[in-house]
């Protein structure tokens, strides 16, 4: 008898953003004249830079002649992608690359999820909570997380980030084998100083620790001393992937690129002490269960690096990153306290008089109609807060605005 | 410490492809003015249909206006392509599929790949044998397959398919958990009849069987009796899951689009007995895992089946197909046996004399300047055959016959 993978059974059915759809849809059938505002799901509004669209009607035109067809590309990426990406996103800041260590994919929830496959079961895992949730459901599917126990998995540690500790996570006090970091942080629209980096480099090289960085709202940064890479602390090529994407850089949600970089100098150990080189494994990872990014994809990618492409994504940045201005004024005013916004397209609000933030969202919702994600679908150090995203239209983030300091006043 | 994977560690360091191109690179090197003509990878060379080029063009133009830009889709794939593809590839033969059946994926490749993801560690395997690698290495790659003992996996059956049993895989005598069907066939490209494709359903039926049925290549059947696809059998939905690709049907091997059906009614068990949908297993696997494909890739892979499209992939179909019957004539006219490529663009060629593959492969390269794929790279029972493929140039398949004529000679 064929046997299902029973850890997929250990998932709860709810899924935070489907239970979101069906509360607003609810509201929606009892309320059909009221216009909903929504800055919840983190999906980007503006349409592709120029310079992208014009690379991918180039690129559709060379799949039509015989003489410029492009079949199976290299299942790392095109060189010319990688070697673009090396020269203006890690050459500058002072990080040397070899092109055999990045890896290009179709969006950064890929590799993130896939990662797992090449590192042992029983690994233990260390979470930053609240939490992207495909860090802890990808390692659910295969065993890793363990078993839920009252709202936590038991092979997890979760690490709190809260407003009475700044929303800096303390290095944990025992050894963790894998620790996931999101930095600028989804949800909490939070960043790290180069300085508590450098702890979490010393802990993971101490401890032997694999770090998996999630640097995919790295072009949000506004603060130059924030870093946008970790290697740019020192050690951190022997401990840390890091996983980049172009969906809120360059809007490519809809089109799925991003990139893995895996250094030569990391390795994890076998059983038996032996140090295996994880860049050797997730490289056969990839050529055996993946195909490649598309042709077009990859050229729409490199022409966000070309200097219109770089001015194009600025001003796209420099609008999302106007918004989460706007509603971070208009939030504050009403006397709630936030948090984010300044380096990242996200606001983390906490709930007034310590409503559920289910409560608050329903009542954001009915009261104001604006949607927003109830922190705690984040884990268990998200109850008490809600997401906003700065992805929405301009006029949509003032009028929430509006709706919300009437609302609240 | 972090831990990798160590079945990891079981693949054999070389791997086909890489193995042939070392071979004609010191090839190259030592002759320089050769012109070598390849017939081994199963990449295509024409351009993508017109109808392709055109839906792309229009989908980039959407993705550059605020008002028609597409953001995140659905994990599943667009509803426009799935419905097209239900119509077109299923209904006429008698199919009914639900869109939630159907899922949208980056190609064949991975799906294929993944789709272990959902199964338990220590199920059973059953291949043909020759066979495509990535069914055995992503079942090596978590577990399932074993140690390799003699060439062979020790968890893995091996189904023979020789010119002695005319390519017909046996019905197993013994109960396997996971059964990889692939027709018509890589390498073999040959095809199997509804009478035989009905045992296997049997037998999955009595053994509670999953059968992962690999039709990549059902454009290329022209002899209307042979199914194209296994839900033609009665039965098939209770215990088979299918594997479709636009790569060699309309050119996409540079543009990742196919498809996999998972039916409602297709169950695996629980250690205690339970019955669970493998559909819903996929779909978590999937939302988790995977951000659904590029909306321009899938406009695209819409495209074929307009009548324009329909049209033009025909005429790749044919052209292919008739480089098929020539390199298949001008092989048989040499005195080889041949087998396939009437109803796949594979060829599948008995060395002379019992020579090795390798043998052959390098007196071919050497004498003839032609590439071929080693046939043993497929699996032990391809040890003895060569595998060239009908992908090429014309003019390329014809010089190369020639070469072939007057070296055999």
């Known amino acids: 008898m064929a046997l299902v993978n029973e850890h997929f059974l250990k998932l709860p059915n709810n899924y935070l953003f489907s239970d979101i ?9 009892t309320h059909p004249k009221s216009s909903i505002i929504r800055l919840g799901i983190g999906d980007v509004t503006e349409p592709l830079p120029k310079a992208v669209i ?25 060189d010319f992608l990688i070697e673009t990406i090396i020269k203006n996103d890690y050459t500058p800041r002072g990080i040397h690359l070899e092109p055999s260590e990045v890896f290009i994919n179709d969006g950064a929830k890929s590799d993130t999820g896939n990662i797992g496959d090449i590192l042992r079961h029983d690994n233990s895992i260390g979470v ?28 997890v540690v979760y690490i709190p980030c809260l407003k009475e500790n700044n929303f800096i996570p303390q290095i944990p006090d025992k050894r963790i084998d894998i620790i996931y970091l ?9 960043v790290i100083s180069k300085g508590e980096l450098k702890k979490w ?33 020192k ?27 895996v250094p030569k100098e990391l390795t994890a150990g076998t059983l038996s002490g032996e140090r295996i080189p994880i860049n050797r494994l997730w490289n056969r990872r990839q050529c055996t269960k993946f195909n490649g990014t598309s042709y077009i994809t990859q050229r729409g990618a490199e022409a966000t690096y070309s200097p219109e492409g770089k001015e194009q994504v600025k001003d796209i940045i420099h609008y999302y990153m106007t918004n989460a ?12 306290s936030v948090y984010g916004g300044e380096n990242a397209p996200y606001l983390w609000v906490k709930t007034p008089d310590g409503i559920s933030s289910w409560k608050f969202f329903e009542q954001m919702l009915y009261e104001a109609n ?24 301009r006029a949509n983030c003032e009028e929430a605005m509006k709706r919300l300091k009437t609302w609240l006043k």
């Open 21 to 29: 759809a069906k509360k607003v849809n609810s509201f929606k059938v």
């Open 370 to 393: 604006v949607v927003g994600t109830p922190g705690v679908g984040f884990g268990p150090s998200g109850e008490g807060y809600i997401r906003l995203t700065a992805f929405g239209d």
């Open 128 to 155: 930053t909570d609240p939490v992207y949730p495909v860090y802890i459901d990808s390692n659910v599917m295969c065993g890793r997380a363990g078993v839920l126990e009252n709202g936590k998995w038991s092979n």
């Open 54 to 78: 014009e690379a991918m009607h180039k690129a559709v035109d060379e799949m039509a002649h015989k003489e410029t067809f492009h079949g199976y590309g290299p299942e790392q990426g095109y």
């Open 325 to 336: 201005r706007i509603m971070r004024e208009g939030l504050q005013s009403t006397g709630l």
């Open 201 to 233: 480099i010393n802990y993971a090289l101490e401890n032997d620790t694999l770090i998996m960085y999630d640097a995919a709202y790295e072009a949000y940064i506004q603060d130059p001393e924030i870093p946008h890479s970790i290697y740019e602390i």
């Open 235 to 261: 050690g951190a090529k022997k401990v840390a992937i890091e996983f980049r994407s172009f969906s809120k850089t360059a809007g490519f949600t809809g089109v799925r690129c991003g990139y893995t970089v």
């Open 182 to 190: 999101c930095y600028p942080n989804n949800p909490t629209g939070t």
